[in-house]
Nanobody, 128 residues
Framework: QVQLVESGGGSVQTGGSLRLSCAVS????????MAWFRQAPGKERSFVAA????????FHSDNVKGRFTISRDTSKNTLHLQMHALKSEDTAIYYC?????????????????????WGQGTQVTVSS
């Protein structure tokens, strides 16, 4: 049984930092990859960042580029999201997602239907 369990969320002041983690059990997505999405109150879930498991190619959405960094630890089958310079608009539930299907490098999966497994989410709240 595949399980994705997020941790590391919490409350932080504007300009602060947090590091999210997602522990994966039951499977290794060596042909696909993983991603972070987020859902703010009253909004649809949106893409934050993705990483191709083989090769570690990283992709970040424009609104987090330069502030957030996605990474993976292949030895521990764990996904991370390092977040710096947090803004109030970063407040959301953050979800990790895993893609089992082959990921062509030139086609970054940014839609939630392109991922096969999801974690339960972790709340990030940024306040001034």
């Amino acid at each position: 049984q595949v399980q994705l369990v997020e941790s590391g969320g919490g409350s932080v002041q504007t300009g602060g930092s947090l590091r999210l983690s997602c522990a994966v059990s039951g499977r290794t997505f060596s042909n696909g990859g993983m991603a972070w999405f987020r859902q703010a109150p009253g909004k649809e879930r949106s893409f934050v960042a993705a990483i191709r498991w083989r090769g570690g190619n990283m992709f970040h959405s424009d609104n987090v580029k330069g502030r957030f960094t996605i990474s993976r630890d292949t030895s521990k089958n764990t996904l991370h999201l390092q977040m710096h310079a947090l803004k109030s608009e970063d407040t959301a539930i953050y979800y990790c997602a895993a893609r089992d299907r082959y990921w062509i490098l030139s086609n970054v999966p940014t839609a939630d239907y392109e991922y096969d497994y999801w974690g339960q989410g972790t709340q990030v709240t940024v306040s001034s």
